[in-house]
């Protein structure tokens, strides 16, 4: 959430974003091979949801 809100400036659009990535995480969860990686693999959502804000939100 932090780093949404620091790139946004707004709370609503930073808690969509976040929500967004998550929706995405729980929805491929099947696609997790290792439950020992799965901090790796939220990692991989995070970098996912940095470029889903530089492309969703490139006006800010």
């Not at 995070?46 to 969703?56: A, T, V």
Request: glycine share 2%.
């Amino acid at each position: 959430m932090r780093t949404a809100y620091l790139l946004l400036k707004d709370h609503q659009n930073a808690e969509e974003a976040v929500q967004d990535t998550f929706v995405t995480a729980f929805e491929k969860i099947n696609q997790l091979e290792d439950p020992h990686k799965l901090k790796s693999w939220l990692g991989i959502f995070k970098c996912s949801e940095r470029s889903w804000l530089r492309e969703n939100f490139q006006r800010v």
